[in-house]
């Protein structure tokens, strides 16, 4: 698997829109890229250079490309793709667009789980691109409705390159989740306890 996928479990440096020739001279078809929202990360993988209508003039221009799903968060694109197909709907559009003012990486970390080879990760999301919702619920599971435990741009990215239908992003939340709820049930908990037995003790002292 590895030989067929240059950039296998490779992380890179952090690139933004001033130096993405940078991160396209590195980048591989079907890389997973990671983009930094902030307060959260978008997940797209790289289909190399496409033809695509500009945003401004609809004429089409060769540029470097992602399919992803898109939102309504960062950049023009991710707005007309709202507009257009409704945010969680997979898109092909511009890397420069969907980078916009984030940061973006390589992030091929899963690879260890599995790898499909480079050009079968591009078909993949490229025919996610072009079939319809209801044909992709049939077909591939990770390219149905959007869910954002279940079905993120992240679950998209992985299962393209990897064949698996994962999220770190999810499982980090829900781990937080399940920690903070613990620590309310043990909260109140003590609390209810604490109350029961100064309970008691009132009790007690108007016995006495």
């Known amino acids: ?8 479990m490779l992380v890179s440096v952090w690139y933004t829109s001033t130096n993405l020739d940078e991160l396209t001279s590195l980048a591989c078809h079907g890389d997973r890229l990671e983009f ?11 289909v190399g250079l496409q033809d ?26 991710a707005m007309v793709s709202k507009e ?12 420069e667009e969907v980078c916009a003012s984030s940061q973006v990486r390589i992030n091929n970390s899963h690879d260890g789980l599995g790898c499909l080879p480079s050009a079968d990760v591009v078909q993949r999301v490229l025919d996610a691109v072009s079939k319809s ?4 619920q049939q077909q591939q599971p990770c390219s149905g409705a959007y869910n954002l435990v279940t079905n993120n741009c992240e679950h998209f990215a992985t299962w393209a390159r990897n064949d698996t239908k994962s999220s770190g992003q999810v499982q980090t939340v829900g781990a937080g989740a399940a920690s903070a709820a613990l620590g309310a049930a043990v909260a109140i908990g003590a609390a ?7 309970s008691r003790e009132d009790q007690r002292s108007r016995r006495s």
């Open 52 to 77: 695509l209508p500009d945003a401004h003039s609809g004429r089409k221009r060769r540029v470097h490309s992602v399919v992803h799903r898109t939102n309504n968060t960062v950049g023009s694109a």
């Open 36 to 46: 930094d929202r902030g307060v959260y990360k978008h997940w797209a993988v790289y």
């Open 192 to 198: 209810v306890g604490l109350w029961k037995v100064r």
């Open 133 to 136: 919702s209801t044909t992709l």
């Open 84 to 95: 257009k197909y409704g945010t969680g709907d997979i898109d092909i559009e511009s890397l």
């Open 1 to 8: 698997m590895a030989s067929s996928n240059k950039n296998y």
